[in-house]
């Protein structure tokens, strides 16, 4: 038995070391498999949060261009609303610039009538005189309905978008840059200079 047991020994110990090695390369292997189960995940991770950050930055870029048109479609919206306001207030504009005209002849034409003249002995006369007068009245009127106003500067500084110099003359008792003379009526309507004045400026002395 012992001399069996001899004889057979190495091949015992062969056997055992197989077993041994094959045990370890399977732990190896295991651990192998294990680990890289561990990065699989590990680079799906990775993958995702790209792909998150990405569709951040997409939904961040259509957000400020969405906001972008908003802002652009308002403006557009309060600019057309702007030009209708304007096109309603000074639509009338080539109109009421006409009517200046007719203005401007029934107020030469009253002035023209002498004052001594306007009496009862002229009943004809001082009719037509107040007729010219009623209708230079109800023409201011309609005027001042629809924004249009008189510029009848005398004694105001002067100023270049409401008034016209046509000369500049001495004035005692008048600040140099004040308007002394006023030769044509000026109008405004709404607010905008819709004929300057014509006027004469004081001069400095």
Do not use: W
């Amino acid at each position: 038995c012992p001399s069996f047991c001899l004889r057979t020994s190495p091949r015992l110990l062969c056997a055992a070391t197989q077993q041994k090695n094959t045990g370890q390369n399977l732990e190896e292997d295991q651990s192998q498999g294990q680990n890289e189960q561990k990065v699989e995940p590990s680079s799906a991770e990775k993958l995702l949060a790209e792909e998150k950050a990405k569709l951040e930055e997409q939904l961040k870029e259509v957000t400020e261009k969405y906001k972008r048109a908003l802002a652009d479609a308002e403006n557009v919206r309060q600019r057309s609303q702007k030009l209708v306001e304007e096109a309603k207030l000074y639509g009338i504009q080539s109109f009421c610039k006409d009517l200046l005209e007719v203005a401007d002849i029934l107020e030469k034409a009253t002035e023209s009538v002498p004052k001594e003249e306007i009496k009862d002995e002229n009943p004809h006369l001082k009719s037509l005189y107040e007729g010219l007068v009623m209708t230079e009245m109800q023409i201011q009127k309609v005027f001042k309905k629809h924004g249009l106003l008189r510029l009848n500067p005398v004694g105001a500084k002067f100023d270049p978008y409401e008034h016209e110099a046509l000369f500049h003359t001495a004035a005692e008792g008048q600040e140099p840059g004040t308007i002394a003379l006023v030769s044509k009526i000026g109008y405004k309507l709404h607010g905008r200079t819709l004929r300057p004045a014509l006027v004469g400026v004081v001069k400095d002395a």
